[in-house]
């Protein structure tokens, strides 16, 4: 089904976010259904319009990421199949944005593919939920073969990705890799436990983000605002893309 041509963005309403309050208590389909109208006004469109506007700035700044209205946003619906939790619905929106620049045969990737084509390869992410609103990137859930690369390459050049990680721009914006969560108890084996960049070996998942204010993903300047602190990010999704 075709999605309809999203308005220009003018920013998510505080009920936004009480509507995803209010789902995260009445998780059902009964309490939904009858609201869907509402979800699609109050989520759903400015969803796809804030995709819409963050494409736009893309282009226009050089960020080597797509965003499509069609293809960018997550779907509200769980996959439960093999949940035990069978709560139908996810109570957060969101949406990827895969990288489109130089990948290593030199070409540049497709534009426009799906996130669940994309997930595990390097891009960008907007998620909004009730207490945690925040952008970030880099690669999610990365496949072995790309994350032995990974490892290899900060074990054999451990200067390389830490200057991009050190630059003014993506620590001032970033800070580091994000390691809640995302990292081994210990070096992975094979590598030396006091390697210089022991931490980022140990990463499972190599992501950056930030969080964003209320304030900010109310505003109508709030793709401009995620294309600043994307761009900050570039050098280090390039490295990335790199490898694979």
Not at 67 to 74: I, L, T, W
Not at 165 to 185: C, E, I, K, V, Y
Not at 210 to 226: F, G, K, M, N, V
């Amino acid at each position: 089904m075709a999605v309809a041509t999203p308005s220009t963005f003018t920013g998510f309403r505080p009920a936004a976010v009480e509507f995803l309050a209010e789902l995260a208590a009445n998780n059902e389909r009964a309490w939904f259904q009858p609201r869907k109208g509402e979800y699609e006004r109050l989520l759903k469109e400015p969803l796809e319009a804030l995709c819409v506007a963050l494409d736009e700035q893309f282009r226009s700044r050089g960020i080597p990421l797509r965003a499509d209205p069609a293809k960018s946003p997550f779907r509200i619906y769980r996959d439960v199949r093999f949940a035990k939790d069978k709560s139908p619905y996810k109570t957060n929106v969101g949406a990827s944005f895969p990288w489109a620049g130089e990948v290593p045969d030199g070409t540049a990737d497709p534009d426009g593919r799906s996130h669940t084509a994309n997930v595990h390869s390097s891009g960008g992410y907007f998620h909004l939920s009730p207490g945690e609103i925040y952008v970030g990137g880099g690669y999610w859930r990365p496949e072995k073969p790309w994350l032995d690369a990974f490892r290899r390459r900060v074990a054999d050049e451990p200067g390389e990705l830490r200057r991009l990680l050190d630059a003014p721009a993506f620590r001032d914006t970033f800070g580091d890799l994000s390691r809640d969560g995302h990292a081994l108890q210990r070096v992975p084996a094979g590598f030396p436990p006091d390697h210089p960049e022991a931490e980022t070996l140990k990463l499972k998942d190599v992501v950056f983000g930030r969080r964003l204010s209320d304030a900010e993903a109310q505003s109508a300047a709030l793709p401009a605002t995620i294309a600043t602190i994307f761009s900050a990010g570039v050098p280090v999704w390039r490295w990335l893309a790199a490898l694979g």
